[in-house]
């Protein structure tokens, strides 16, 4: 059991997700407008999320737009650069992630209770692993800052939902950023750098030296605002963008069954994953607000003349001491849930009751849940 305390989120209708619900994390207390502890269960402490409620995201500020509610002001800071996050290239998953006990019916998803005691985060690093062997995840992207034409850091992956159950996974999030759009077509996740995209090129450690303002501007806007616009074709780590995956015809050949898949008509909707720093006074603030103010911009002039429903999530960094068995932030062997994010697809099942295909979106064990039933 891990020693520290984590805190939660105020329970809001999933604000911008409709006909979705927010499930809390385990080992959090959830708190109503009022302070009050509506008695949630817990399983096992993991760094807090913190849900941003404010709809006008490119003016709010975080310690204003969501309720956090904090016992421990203990958390030693780690950075997300390329040295200790994630999968990188085509790595395969080992033994040391958890294998389900039970496999899920036909047509339906995998659940926390096909692993062993029904747990949460051995269903995150059982499912992650199995989706990083089978190919689907952001591929972490390494880029040559000595090369003439140095390629842009962010990467991205994508699923076309269909009539089968199909999932993808984010790693390496231990203060990097990403970016989740799904709709009733598919998905597309994306990995942005906090090193050095949203905070610069470091040239040394100790001390830290970053490189000048301008150039990190540039950077940013190039690696990020830029980069989730379109990606470089499907054998590339950075296989597509919000833009190959909205137009009519996209231009890219590789990319054509995502033609359309975040449409108007498709009701595509947004998360944003960012790291939050613990401040003195109490509050959380988002590490980085300006620059997910300029990514929030962004994304809602993507998709001007539709309303789409985008949501911020704040994430604690984790550290080497607080990862499982030793584990590095890099975590090959997924020996932990912290750091990644697992999308689920569920296509409507002939069985059950609700008629609507369904999706989760999995933030290190905690679920956002949502389909398109009154849309």
Not at 150 to 171: G, H, L
Not at 214 to 234: K, M, Q, S
Not at 236 to 254: L, Q, W
């Amino acid at each position: 059991m891990f020693s520290y305390v984590l805190a939660l989120i105020a329970m809001l209708a999933f604000g911008p997700f409709a006909s979705a619900r927010w499930v809390p994390r385990a080992g959090l207390t959830a708190l109503n407008h009022s302070g009050v502890d509506i008695g949630l269960s817990s399983e096992l402490p993991t760094p807090a999320i913190a849900r941003d409620q404010t709809k006008t995201l490119s003016t709010c500020t975080p310690s204003q737009s969501f309720e956090l509610f904090l016992c421990d002001s203990t958390f030693p800071n780690s950075f997300c650069s390329f040295q200790h996050s994630g999968v990188s290239g085509k790595a395969a998953a080992n033994d040391a992630a958890p294998d389900r006990v039970s496999q899920p019916a036909k047509g339906h998803w995998a659940e926390p209770s096909n692993y062993e005691d029904g747990s949460k985060t051995k269903f995150m690093r059982g499912e992650v692993a199995l989706a990083v062997k089978q190919g689907r995840f952001v591929e972490l992207r390494h880029p040559d800052f000595n090369a003439d034409n140095e390629a842009i850091s962010t990467s991205s992956y994508a699923i076309k939902f269909e009539s089968e159950p199909i999932d993808m996974a984010v790693t390496g999030l231990h203060g990097c950023t990403s970016v989740v759009i799904v709709s009733r077509r598919g998905a597309l996740a994306f990995h942005i750098w906090e090193i050095p995209s949203m905070r610069g090129r470091r040239f040394s450690i100790d001390p830290p030296i970053y490189e000048h303002q301008t150039e990190a501007d540039n950077r940013f806007e190039r690696d990020v605002l830029d980069g989730i616009h379109a990606g470089e074709g499907w054998n590339s780590p950075h296989k597509g963008g919000i833009d190959n995956m909205r137009n009519d015809e996209s231009p890219d050949s590789s990319l054509e069954k995502f033609r359309n898949i975040f449409n108007d008509d498709a009701n595509p909707k947004a998360i944003i994953l960012t790291p939050v720093s613990y401040n003195k006074d109490s509050s959380d603030v988002f590490e980085y607000q300006a620059r997910i103010n300029q990514l929030t911009d962004e994304i809602t002039q993507i998709f001007q003349g539709y309303a789409l429903k985008l949501e911020v999530l704040g994430y604690r960094k984790a550290t080497h001491k607080q990862l499982h068995d030793g584990a590095t932030l890099a975590d090959p062997s997924f020996a932990s849930h912290m750091g990644k994010i697992l999308v689920q697809y569920q296509a409507p099942h002939p069985a059950e009751s609700s008629k609507n295909a369904k999706y989760r979106i999995w933030v290190e064990g905690e679920a956002l849940e949502g389909d398109w039933a009154d849309e």
